[in-house]
């Protein structure tokens, strides 16, 4: 079953295999886990996103249409369920968005540890203050290399509008970065 499409696992589950959901979902977990965390900007606030699209996941894949990958109706469930989050959330809290033991580990000199730690958490503060449609964008384009097609399929907006959305995202975070070295 491991060399099943997507749409075939859906299909198994849909009939009634529940191993097929656990391999359909240990197949992009990573992925689901990693859009959250760039989202949210910490691990248990990306863990109580996956949470609840697992939950989705599960509830509403009879909804799913066939029309489009399933990659890209995922994303638009973890898009949509971080942005949701980051709504609610009252706490800013500042954490890394990357896993610094696995990005570092092969790195001995400390020094290069602390400099990497502190641009990883420059880059965190700087996404942090972009209000959520920008960081979306952002992290899909930047982090998940999409190209705007995809990213219009997953979010629904128009390529002219993410196109306006990342261009506000890149120059708000120039000037971000600017008074931030500027404070320095």
């Not at 359909?24 to 990573?30: D, F, P, T, V």
Request: aromatic share 10%; net charge positive.
């Amino acid at each position: 079953m491991s060399d099943c499409s997507d749409f075939e696992l859906i299909k198994k589950f849909l009939s009634g295999d529940e191993s097929a959901f656990n391999k359909l979902i240990k197949r992009h977990m990573e992925k689901i886990y990693l859009v959250a965390r760039r989202m949210v900007g910490n691990h248990l606030d990306a863990d109580e996103v996956v949470q609840e699209v697992l939950m989705v996941i599960y509830n509403k894949l009879n909804t799913f249409k066939f029309e489009a990958s399933f990659t890209t109706w995922i994303y638009r469930i973890v898009i949509t369920r971080s942005i949701n989050f980051l709504r609610k959330r009252t706490l800013k809290n500042t954490f890394s968005i990357f896993d610094l033991k696995k990005t570092k580990s092969n790195i001995q000199d400390p020094i290069e540890q602390v400099e990497g730690r502190e641009e990883f958490e420059i880059v965190e503060k700087l996404l942090a203050q972009l209000p959520p449609k920008q960081r979306e964008i952002f992290v899909l384009r930047n982090f998940e290399e999409l190209n705007y097609d995809e990213i219009s399929k997953i979010t629904g907006k128009s390529v002219g509008a993410l196109k306006a959305n990342y261009f506000h995202s890149i120059n708000k975070l120039k000037e971000l970065l600017n008074n931030y070295e500027k404070s320095k």
